[in-house]
C-alpha cells in the first residue's frame, strides 16, 4: 500500500491537474489508502499548495496568516448616532 501511496502522491507526474489533485487528496483523507494514506495528508498538501495556492482545500486553514480567498465586497455601515 506505501508504494500506491508514494505513486498517487508524487508531484512529478506529467500531466497534474486540479481535478486529479483534489481526488487524490479526499481518497488520502478518506482513509481510501489506509493509513499510511493519512500519514501523508498534510505534506501531499503542502506539496498541492504550491501548484494550486489559491485552491481552497489546499490551504492551511490553521495559519492566522494564510486566509481562503472571498469573492464578495466587504460593506461598511455607517455608524448611527
Known amino acids: 500500500m506505501e508504494s500506491t501511496v508514494s505513486s498517487v502522491t508524487n508531484m512529478d507526474t ?3 491537474t486540479l481535478e486529479t489533485s483534489i481526488q487524490i487528496l479526499e481518497a488520502l483523507q478518506e482513509g481510501d489508502f489506509g493509513s499510511a494514506g493519512k500519514s501523508v495528508v498534510d505534506k501531499y498538501k503542502e506539496a498541492c499548495r504550491q501548484l494550486f495556492p489559491l485552491t481552497k482545500c489546499f ?5 492566522s496568516t494564510e486566509k481562503a480567498p472571498t469573492n464578495h465586497i466587504e460593506v461598511l455601515e455607517e455608524n448611527e448616532s
Open 14 to 16: 506529467q500531466g497534474r
Open 59 to 63: 490551504m492551511d486553514m490553521s495559519s
